[in-house]
């Protein structure tokens, strides 16, 4: 390890908000409350909340010291746990960086063995304040959902799109890509704008691939860019919501770099549309989402029972074109 840099293991406990015994929502891998920890009087940034974790000891790996930290500071052991963001955080005191976990089973009963406060926060709706700022970021990749849906009216027909469109967010889905290269622009307004009043009227939003003036102008919560696009960026969009299409490391940095707030990764198996085509496999995607900040999504060849499989190599979530449908 970099002696100039501290490293650093921390967890993000997720749990399910439920309503009347059931689920908040119906969409599978989908964890809506996490916890976060107020640091104890004696420590810096007393009084700032944070998600628990700590220092990795000189031969630890980063699972260890972060089994070690919770079981120190909550009194739990960690039964599954995913690798997530990494970050470098530079402050007065030091640069660390920052090595965030998932952490979805634990094994005791939580508490705060330091006196420590802790509190169920949902990541539309933070209650306590003030977050460590090395921390923050993470508030915001919280909002995004496992499942990213991109649209394939090409295949099914507009209206069935549609059709399927309103299943899929009756059943939970939160966010949607749309991608119609085949359509004209007056077309795929017309359609987007559909998407958009069908996805808002259940609290989902939507993504407009490429075209950053379509998005503003029929109220889309955002833009998706392809890599040629991204190559040509100077600066992130001014739009809500900002991802963009990798196929390598150099420009999954770039995103990272230019501040976008995810990005979908492709492709990681073989895909019915290119089955020969070169594709980069679990370990690959693993290697380069293992130094992303932002929320990494992976894509080609998917289906929702591999989301298991991603979430243990880094990914946030998968993409899917035909599957989501």
């Not at 003030?130 to 394939?152: D, E, G, H, K």
């Not at 290269?181 to 359609?191: H, I, K, Q, T, Y």
């Amino acid at each position: 390890m970099n002696s100039c840099v501290i490293e650093v293991a921390v967890g993000v406990l997720l749990r399910e908000v439920e309503a009347d015994g059931q689920p908040a929502l119906r969409e599978r891998y989908t964890y809506d409350s996490f916890l976060l920890a107020q640091r104890p009087e004696g420590k810096a940034y007393a009084g700032y909340w944070e998600f628990p974790g700590g220092k990795v000891e000189v031969g630890e790996t980063l699972l260890y010291a972060l089994e070690r930290e919770l079981h120190e500071e909550l009194g739990i052991n960690i039964a599954t746990a995913y690798p997530w963001l990494t970050r470098v955080h530079v402050s007065t005191h030091a640069t660390v960086r920052l090595n965030f976990f998932r952490i979805t089973v634990w094994q005791g009963e939580l508490h705060g063995k330091e006196n420590q406060q802790l509190s169920w926060q949902t990541p539309f709706n933070l209650t306590v304040f003030p977050v460590l700022p090395a921390n923050t970021f993470v508030l915001r990749a919280l909002q995004l959902p496992p499942l990213y849906a991109i649209s394939n009216a090409a295949e099914l027909g507009r209206e069935k799109f549609l059709e399927r469109l309103q299943v899929a967010l009756e059943n939970g889905l939160k966010l949607v890509q749309m991608r119609e290269p085949g359509l004209s622009r007056d077309a795929m307004r017309e359609l987007s704008l559909r998407a958009v009043k069908l996805a808002h009227t259940y609290g989902a939003q939507v993504l407009i691939n490429s075209d950053i003036e379509l998005a503003n102008e029929i109220g889309a919560d955002g833009v998706h860019l392809n890599s040629i696009q991204l190559a040509a960026c100077k600066s992130r969009p001014d739009v809500t919501w900002c991802a963009a299409s990798c196929h390598n490391a150099d420009e999954l940095q770039r995103a990272n770099n230019l501040g976008f707030d995810f990005v979908v990764l492709s492709p990681v198996l073989p895909t019915r549309s290119h089955p020969d085509a070169t594709h980069l496999g679990w370990q690959t995607f693993s290697a380069m989402a293992a130094n992303s900040a932002i929320p990494v999504y992976a894509l080609g060849g998917l289906c929702c029972d591999d989301m298991e499989q991603a979430w243990q190599h880094g990914a946030h979530g998968i993409a899917m074109l035909r599957q989501a449908w």
